[in-house]
């Protein structure tokens, strides 16, 4: 399998089953060259050639990345994202031994839900990602910034106040804004109240950090947007092992690019599939992960809204469901 190749055909997705073709040719490739993912296969006892739709597929779940080099045998001393955490606690890493494939991705992604870079001014307030290596949010954000092409885009860390006179001066241009924010800092942020403008998306992600204590979406949008004077506000749904991200336009409600996909694994039986709008186990496909695994069972808890759209109903009690813990290692 060719990656280039691979991902500028995923990238042209228009329906069901040229997804269902590449996620099985991606699937049927990484179960024996991601010999965790093929270790992991092996221990369930999956029969490759019986799977012929998406939704049979194993999913791997995401602490793997954690314990595991999920990557084809070579990679391993390559280039690598890594998750956050707190002193002593182990984190993911995400080898990516070629970037441009990331970078198609969120290009391809962004312009599909707001259009080009350069329409907007890019504001990036991202102090804990800014404050570690190896964030793939920051790397997004940078290349964002780059092309946006405009001289006020830039990264923002604890400089609240410097930040607000800029978007005042943005706003009396009426220059159109796009600010990507953590959502501990957001709240910094517009902790005295700013309009924002009509001007101006504000983008949250990342949840609070332990900064603060977390908040159910709408009761966060609401702060954010009286704060703010915003109408909405927009979330993006990412995480260091995936190489795609779902953005929520209004409401929290996700939807994913074509060549992305989220199901909702029945919390008791991870192997089983939520079908009404019950909540369950967040499970995704992403087809840009060529060279890890493109299907991840994350530690989120989701549930369907509409055909291609999802909402997060808030992370697992200790992380843990079973079937989780099946992983073996060779």
Not at 39 to 65: E, R
Request: aromatic content about 10%; some cysteine.
């Amino acid at each position: 399998m060719n990656p280039s190749s691979f991902i500028d055909r995923a990238l042209l997705i228009s329906g069901e089953d040229s997804f269902n073709e590449m996620a099985l040719e991606l699937f049927r490739y990484q179960s024996t060259n991601i010999l965790p993912y093929a270790s992991y296969l092996n221990y369930l006892k999956t029969d490759i050639n019986s799977i012929n739709h998406y939704s049979q597929i194993p999913f791997l779940p995401v602490t793997v990345f954690k314990t595991h080099d999920v990557t084809e045998v070579g990679n391993e001393t390559g280039f690598y994202f890594s998750s956050s955490g707190t002193t002593g606690q182990v984190t993911s890493k995400h080898f990516v031994p070629d970037k441009t494939i990331y970078e198609k991705s969120f290009l391809k992604c962004f312009e599909l839900f707001y259009g080009a870079p350069d329409k907007y001014c890019i504001l990036a307030l991202l102090p804990s990602y800014l404050e570690r290596s190896g964030s793939s949010l920051v790397y997004m954000a940078d290349r964002l910034i780059k092309e946006s092409h405009h001289p006020d885009s830039g990264f923002y860390l604890h400089n609240y106040e410097e930040l607000r006179i800029k978007i005042h001066k943005l706003n009396e241009q009426r220059t159109p804004v796009f600010l990507l924010g953590v959502t501990y800092a957001l709240l910094d942020l517009f902790n005295e109240p700013l309009a924002a403008g009509s001007n101006m998306i504000i983008m949250e992600t990342g949840g609070m950090k332990g900064k603060r204590a977390e908040l159910i979406k709408p009761e966060l949008h609401h702060i954010l947007k009286k704060q703010s004077g915003a109408n909405v506000i927009h979330s993006e749904y990412g995480m260091t092992e995936l190489l795609s991200q779902a953005y929520a336009v209004a409401d929290g409600i996700f939807t994913t690019p074509p060549w992305m996909k989220v199901l909702i694994g029945d919390l008791h039986d991870p192997f089983s599939k939520v079908a009404d709008e019950s909540t369950g186990v967040i499970q995704v496909i992403d087809l840009a992960n060529i060279h890890s695994c493109a299907f991840i069972a994350t530690q989120d808890l989701g549930r369907n809204t509409s055909e291609g759209r999802f909402e997060i109903m808030g992370r697992m009690d200790h992380s843990e469901w079973r079937g989780c813990n099946l992983m073996v290692t060779e």
